[in-house]
């Protein structure tokens, strides 16, 4: 069992057979031949990132009901006056805004551990007995800095954009001059780093495998191969995601009732709840369904490209 994933490879040393169009059946081959181990990891990391999202949610909605009881008091003066009410939601961005760095080490960790599994699974190594929170580690480094690396083209293109004299003209114009460039370097930067998380969990540090990645996408005739699995890989998590949040609308109905009739009287916590359940439902079922296939996809793809790139002697 422990060579499965070379198998599936098919034995491409020679790299002839890096075709991107053969990347996802050996993907589903390693994960049908190792589907128990990793349905375990998947449903673990999905089970204690969901606990750990709904522990930030729960600070959050601690944190703000002093706010959301304001808001239900004055909303109900403004009622008896005959007046509307529109309450001040400045709080509410700000927790946001706070709650997003927890939320983004919550997904970091969580992918990263799919991906460490995933790895595994194609290289057809075991659990190494020590080091393994190591690699977590390298793994969640390279998430961290491949989103520093990616954004910082568009915002430090977007930032001096908001600090422009309030001419509409001369800012829409500089913005539409800057904006496309700069999307396009960051496409540029995130294709050449996407293998960098399956770099790291066949064991590179952080740095290496943000380098190993740039290497292997951006020789000649790999980096089409790269895009061709990273384009549907996309689509397929995005996919998936909408269809599911679309899916789940109907828990909005479910979920405020219930929190009316257990938790609260008060309407907005209520309406929050509501409309936090089905984007959270919906995240948990894609990582659950979508990220496996895309994890193994690309660590499939990084051990053929980098087959690919030592001749067979």
């Not at 990891?41 to 959050?60: E, I, K, N």
């Not at 580690?137 to 568009?154: D, E, F, K, M, N």
Request: proline letters at 6%.
């Amino acid at each position: 069992m422990e060579k499965t994933g070379r198998r599936c490879r098919g034995g491409h040393g020679s790299g002839t057979d890096v075709e991107a169009g053969a990347v996802l059946p050996a993907a589903l081959r390693v994960i049908r031949a190792r589907r128990r181990p990793l349905l375990r990891s998947t449903l673990t990391a999905v089970a204690l990132a969901g606990l750990g999202g709904l522990l930030v949610t729960t600070v959050a909605f601690v944190i703000a009901r002093p706010a959301f009881a304001r808001w239900w008091d004055e909303r109900r003066q403004a009622h008896s006056q005959g007046d509307s009410y529109v309450p001040d939601s400045e709080l509410l961005l700000h927790l946001i805004a706070a709650g997003i760095p927890f939320l983004l080490v919550i997904l970091w960790l969580g992918c990263a551990a799919l991906q460490t599994a995933h790895t595994r699974a194609v290289t057809g190594t075991a659990r190494p007995a020590r080091g393994s929170r190591r690699r977590l580690g390298s793994v969640v480094a390279v998430y961290v800095l491949r989103s520093v690396i990616v954004c910082s083209v568009p915002a430090a293109v977007f930032w001096p954009g908001l600090h422009l004299r309030p001419d509409t003209g001369r800012r829409a114009l500089l913005l539409d001059v800057l904006t496309g460039p700069a999307a396009f370097v960051a496409l540029v930067l995130r294709l050449g780093l996407t293998l960098a998380p399956a770099a790291a969990a066949s064991g590179a540090g952080p740095l290496a495998a943000l380098r190993r990645s740039w290497t292997l996408v951006w020789r000649p005739r790999a980096w089409w191969k790269a895009l061709a699995v990273a384009v549907p890989a996309g689509v397929l998590t995005v996919g998936t995601f909408v269809l599911l949040l679309h899916a789940a609308g109907p828990l909005r109905r479910v979920v405020r009732p219930a929190v009316m009739a257990c938790a609260t009287d008060n309407p907005y916590v209520a309406y929050a709840a509501g409309l936090l359940a089905p984007t959270a439902a919906a995240l948990l079922l894609t990582a659950a369904l979508a990220l496996p296939v895309v994890h193994t996809s690309f660590a499939v793809l990084h051990e053929r490209l980098g087959e690919a790139r030592t001749p067979a002697g």
